[in-house]
Nanobody, 124 residues
Framework: QVQLVESGGGLVQAGASLRLSCAAS????????MGWFRQAPGKEREFVAA????????YYADSVKGRFIISRDNSKNTVYLQMNSLKPEDTAVYYC?????????????????WGQGTQVTVSS
């Protein structure tokens, strides 16, 4: 069982930066692929970024590539999402998730555990 708690969301202006954190419980954090997803009002939840257990490989949605950076600190059981050059279209609830198998990092259906989400609002 893994419990995930996101933090770091807020209201910012376009062009600003935010760093989201996701703290995980449990001693097996380092074995999970970790992902970030987001869901805007009236839209489906979509993939944002993912990182392999060792941190050696990362994946990004095209919409955030070059602006967002995913990282993890296995000693702190925490995964981060550094979001730079934020745009109004980045406004959403951001969720972190843990995937034991790691077959398809971009597929939300593969993830076993989810956090409660943190709101990010970007004003123009």
């Amino acid at each position: 069982q893994v419990q995930l708690v996101e933090s770091g969301g807020g209201l910012v202006q376009a062009g600003a930066s935010l760093r989201l954190s996701c703290a995980a419980s449990g001693r097996t954090f380092s074995t999970y692929l970790m992902g970030w997803f987001r869901q805007a009002p009236g839209k489906e939840r979509e993939f944002v970024a993912a990182i392999r257990p060792s941190g050696g490989r990362v994946y990004y949605a095209d919409s955030v590539k070059g602006r967002f950076i995913i990282s993890r600190d296995n000693s702190k059981n925490t995964v981060y999402l550094q979001m730079n050059s934020l745009k109004p279209e980045d406004t959403a609830v951001y969720y972190c998730a843990a995937d034991a198998a790691g077959w398809r990092p971009q597929s939300l259906h593969e993830y076993d555990y989810w956090g409660q989400g943190t709101q990010v609002t970007v004003s123009s």
